[in-house]
């Protein structure tokens, strides 16, 4: 599970910020990745990646402004080009339906997979074996959300060496270990699971605010999560300008990721009147709050480990 940060920007691209798109890389988990906003020229920042548009499996908007979707149309149109064959969901608030139907539709654009388009209100939007992800609405003047991508726990795999050691051979009963039941074997003996299984690998949680102003509800949903994904469009000062304009500061994220018990937070969204050493001072200004903070920059990529 990794962070790719594909745009970093706040409101129009900068030569050294795109505007906002995240990748959240789950290769490894399920062959797939999934997209957090698509501004434009998303598929162009992709290009300087490892990414396959084909293995983008779900996009999640997290609010209909230009910046965050204008980069959806070609997108899904150039994955048609390089052999996307797999569906594909895009997750968002009302809206979304209309402005991709109607652009792919004007443009004559036939997509070669299916394309799911999914409106969504607070709660869970998706839920399968792996992973859940819910939404709550942020504060940001337009319908907004921020997303939680919760991994559920995966089960402690079984211990065969012990297995073996106590002549417990495998068959049926396996599955019944597997559960941590108590088991009684046909010699009659009667054993824990529990016992002969490896401790769970706890689930990790990365957590997406979207554009809003310092919200409770966003603080609730990075509770205790590996990696909180902030934005910070402003700075410290500019504390009046990220209100009147339904943003956040560095700092307000910083005491967001504290309050929320989060692990790290990664500040992005960044106001293009902040560039080179103003640039750095933002991180600065989080670190004074939440140590553990850094500041996105286009094509970062951030590991979550596990634990
Ligand atoms: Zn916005």
């Known amino acids: 599970m990794e962070l790719l940060f594909l745009g970093t920007g706040a409101g129009i691209p900068a030569k050294s910020r795109n505007v906002t798109s995240i990748a959240l890389k789950l290769l490894e988990e399920r062959q797939s990745v999934w997209l957090f906003d698509c501004g434009e020229a998303t598929q162009h920042q992709i290009l300087h990646t490892s990414i396959k548009p084909r293995k983008i499996e779900k996009i999640f908007i997290t609010h209909m402004h230009g910046d965050h979707v204008y980069g959806l149309p070609g997108l899904l149109g150039s994955r048609s080009f390089q052999g996307g064959e797999d569906e594909l969901t895009v997750y968002g608030p009302k809206g979304i339906k209309a402005f991709i139907e109607t652009s792919l539709a004007v443009t004559k654009t036939h997509l070669t997979y299916p394309l799911v388009i999914q409106e969504i209100e607070e709660g869970a939007v998706f839920e399968d074996d792996q992973f859940i992800v819910t939404a709550v609405s942020a504060i940001h003047g337009v319908e907004a959300f921020g997303y939680r991508v919760q991994e559920k726990d995966v089960p402690g795999s079984l211990k065969a060496a012990l297995l073996k050691e106590m002549n417990i051979p495998p068959g049926p009963v396996y599955s019944k270990i597997k559960k ?47 990696v909180l994904v902030h934005e910070a469009t402003f700075a410290k000062d500019d504390v009046k300008l990220a ?30 009147r902040y560039q080179g050493e103003a640039s750095s001072e933002l991180q600065k200004e989080a670190a004074a709050v939440f140590p553990n903070s850094i500041t996105a920059y286009d094509f970062l990529e951030v590991q979550v480990p596990r634990g």
């Open 243 to 272: 209100f009147d304009y339904f943003h956040s500061t560095t700092e307000q994220a910083a005491v967001t990721a504290k309050e929320a018990g989060a692990k790290q937070l990664i500040l992005t969204h960044i106001s293009a």
């Open 180 to 226: 941590g039941e108590i088991v009684t074997l046909e010699d009659g003996r009667t054993i824990n699971g529990e016992d002969f299984l490896e401790p769970p690998k706890k689930g990790r949680a990365v957590v997406f605010s979207g554009d809003t102003r310092v919200s409770d509800k966003i603080k609730e949903l990075a509770r205790d999560c590996d």
